[in-house]
DNA sequence: CTTCGTTCATTGAACAGCCATTCAATATAT
DNA sequence: ATATATTGAATGGCTGTTCAATGAACGAAG
């Protein structure tokens, strides 16, 4: 038998086709079949390896959300790092991923969706809500006090996921590029709206 | 029959009955059967009156564009209307519904999902976004230069959207008074930051 | 080197359940 | 009596899951 981790292979080869079907038929149209086909494996394979659909669901959603991550370490690496240029990494971040995968952004938010219905999608959510938060809010307090920092936080937060929401609405055409800037612009103004009250 | 309509009866019943079934259910659960128990109707009459489950549910999204717009027209009749109460008026519009029905904005999430494999619900979603944006240019360019006003409203707009999402997400505790709140306060933030430049 | 048996990986047809749609039958109003 | 409104069982298609059969890799024995 193969003796390095066939198993890791197989898993990944279904995740990715999950994320392959998705983007083309949607959260819907998203069938075991389909992914089978997509992986050029069996359908019986994605009970074999994950219990289930639902099971390759969750593993595929922990996927993306390790790749978020992973983006968002590599940025903050090794950086001068004043507040405002970490703060202007984790934008950088947290649109890193739509370029290379445009339709990324449609899988997110098929997933948002399902979230809602089941507990454990919605707890890796709200997990990585969280981190978001408390990262933004950590740099912010350097900047502003801790009331501003923490309203300047939510608001930044909400208007990454609003242009995350765009991005997935806009057909095949996203400008990232351009949702980066208006981000970064916003910081700045809340930073220039709040300093000198703190410090 | 019964002379008075008996058809926009019924389909509002319909209506009624899908954003029912869908806050429970999620967009997957919602299926004839469940809907028309809901409404006490019979399966039959939803391809009578709307010739299948898809018609319904453009219906319905309709129906939520409209409550939309109404709450919109609402808020903006008699009022003295300088441009930033118009401004603010419009962030009102798009929070007001939430408050009394916590579960619209799931509803919501479903059908932006929906929308991105089916034309004819992405053509409703996208003129509703282009009102939203021209609305807030409209208003913004008295308070500062065209290209200002065009990156505030996209900003905007990406605001209220996230803060919609973040509201479909916290499970049944939503705050939409804080993001009526910090949608303001971005708001007053923008126009400091920028006039004096254009007028 | 070949053969064979064991073990694990993989297959895909069979199955049972759910769904949207249809339409002949029924009910109701004029 | 006629037209319209409504029903809901029957239908056919699609889905996820299961599991007996098949295939592939390896080590041991000859």
């Known amino acids: 038998m193969a003796r390095v981790g ?13 994320l392959e079907v998705i983007e083309i038929h949607g959260f819907q149209g998203a069938t075991i079949g389909k992914i ?20 390759l669901l969750e593993a ?10 992973e983006d968002a370490s590599k940025l903050m690496a090794g950086q001068p790092n004043t507040p405002r240029e970490c703060l202007m990494a984790i934008v950088d971040a947290n649109f890193s991923g739509v370029q290379t995968h445009a339709q990324s952004a449609k899988t997110w938010l098929a997933f948002w969706t399902q979230a809602m219905h089941s507990p454990e999608l ?19 307090r350097k900047l502003m006090p801790g009331e501003s920092a923490q309203a300047t936080a939510q608001t930044l937060a909400a ?19 351009q949702a980066v800037a208006l981000c970064k612009t916003y910081i700045d103004q809340a930073i220039k709206a709040n300093n000198g009250a703190s410090e």
Chains 1, 2 share one sequence.
Request: glycine share 8%; net charge positive; with cysteine.
């Open 6 to 18: 066939v198993e890791s292979i197989r898993r990944q080869q279904l995740i990715d086709a999950t």
């Open 36 to 55: 089978a086909a997509a992986s050029e494996l069996s359908v019986g394979i994605v009970s074999h390896y994950f219990g289930g659909k639902q099971g």
């Open 60 to 69: 595929t959603m922990r996927y993306l959300l390790s790749c978020l991550q």
């Open 122 to 140: 919605m707890r890796l959510q709200r997990v990585n809500e969280r981190r978001l938060l408390s990262n933004l809010i950590f740099h912010l």
């Open 159 to 177: 208007m990454i996921d609003g242009f995350w929401l765009r991005a997935a609405m806009s057909e095949g055409r996203i400008e990232p590029d």
